[in-house]
């Protein structure tokens, strides 16, 4: 069923896009892509925290994961906690 308030119906071309289109190629692998934007979102989160990882103000808590979660990752990742504190 198709509804219009007015006497003319329009159509934005982005509604006739197709699927394939709207679909971005992947920088990597998937493994390799999600493990580098994780990366980035920890470093960020570990930069705004002043290298700080556990407590209210750490970065476990801006990212709503555990410490011991947070702690894993920054050593699968390899991830320099003190790199990120004297970049800024």
Request: charged share 30%; proline share 6%; net charge positive.
């Amino acid at each position: 069923m198709i509804l219009s308030s007015g006497d003319t119906f329009c159509i934005e071309k982005a509604w006739l896009a197709s699927e394939e289109a709207a679909r971005q190629e992947l920088p990597g692998p998937l493994p390799d892509t999600l493990q580098n934007q994780e990366r980035k979102i920890i470093e960020t989160a570990l930069a705004e925290s002043k290298g700080k990882v556990a407590g209210p103000q750490g970065a476990a808590a801006k990212l709503g994961i555990p410490r011991s979660t947070l702690d894993w990752k920054i050593k699968q990742l390899r991830i320099k906690k003190h790199r990120l504190i004297s970049e800024q």
